[in-house]
């Protein structure tokens, strides 16, 4: 996809934004390609010091103009972090025209000998629970405005994956939640669309390794491993490029996709299993 260019600079031109798990990575790098596109944005995060940092990327982003952005910090799987996010952005700005619901955690511990319910419970509310119920309070506002919703899912959910399982089955959770939600959703107007990544080093497998050093060495050789595998390329994805797809599904452009899981993978998730056997 093309980077980030005049072409653009208007595509999401006022329209008001919600992305969750904005405060690092991908959310952060969806927030500020929305933010160089003439949207306004509210940026939800666990961490106040990262989040306060990420909105200021995109107020930089947007040219200085501050008023365009929110910071609301809480997490998703909290009822009341999830109605404020929409509460919040619509008294600021008036309306909802797009939720990206992006925030998502996984963990190394998550395959059939490995996984505790504890790990279970963290991932599916986080990935599955709490999406359903962010949409679910977004609804109401988007049917007003004919909005649209765009989930971060993943890759994994195209192929087999071990040894970690939990997540995998969380993200595919996603993908059917997004089909099913495009026929609900229909009648009012709103578009249901998801994205699935290949592997992009950001802070959601910050628990693999005991430090960060260890970390990106596993990086390193995971992502050589991946891209032997990829037919397009010769490079990882980068979180520009998934960006730029949520950016397009987001847009005026795509008014005729729904159900849509749109694979940003340089064609991976065509040729073979994902990881390693248990």
């Known amino acids: 996809m093309a980077s980030s260019g005049s072409q653009h600079t208007e595509q999401l031109k006022d329209k008001v934004c919600v992305v969750t798990g904005a405060s690092s990575g991908l959310g952060e790098s969806i927030a500020i390609m929305f933010a160089q596109r003439g949207a ?31 910071a609301v910090s809480g997490d998703v799987v909290d009822p009341s972090a999830r109605k404020a996010i929409v509460e919040k952005t619509v ?45 679910q309070e977004a609804v109401p506002h988007l049917e007003a405005s004919k909005g649209n919703i765009i989930v971060v899912s993943s890759m994994s959910t195209l192929m087999a994956c071990s040894p970690n399982i939990v997540y995998p089955m969380s993200k595919a959770a996603v993908d059917h939640m997004t089909r099913c939600l495009a026929i609900d959703m229909g009648p009012k107007n709103i578009r249901v669309n998801a994205v699935n990544p290949s592997l992009i080093p950001t802070r959601i497998r910050r628990d693999f390794a005991p430090d960060e050093e260890t970390l990106d060495k596993l990086y390193a050789q995971a992502l050589v491993a991946e891209i032997s595998k990829q037919p397009l390329g010769n490079v990882s994805v980068t979180k520009e490029a998934v960006a730029e797809a949520v950016s397009f599904l987001a847009s005026d452009a795509a008014s005729f ?3 849509l899981c749109m694979p940003v993978d340089g064609g991976r998730s065509f040729t073979g299993t994902f990881g390693n056997k248990s």
């Open 40 to 70: 306004s944005v509210t940026l939800c995060g666990r961490n106040e010091d990262r989040l306060q940092a990420s909105l200021t990327l995109c107020v930089q982003a947007s040219g200085g103009q501050a008023d365009r952005f929110l």
């Open 257 to 259: 996709l729904t159900g």
């Open 91 to 135: 008294e600021k700005f008036g309306r909802l025209d797009v939720l990206v619901a992006n925030a998502g955690v996984t963990d190394p511990q998550s395959g059939i000998l490995t996984a505790s319910e504890e790990t279970f419970d963290k991932i599916m509310n986080t990935n599955v629970k709490a999406v359903f119920f962010q949409i």
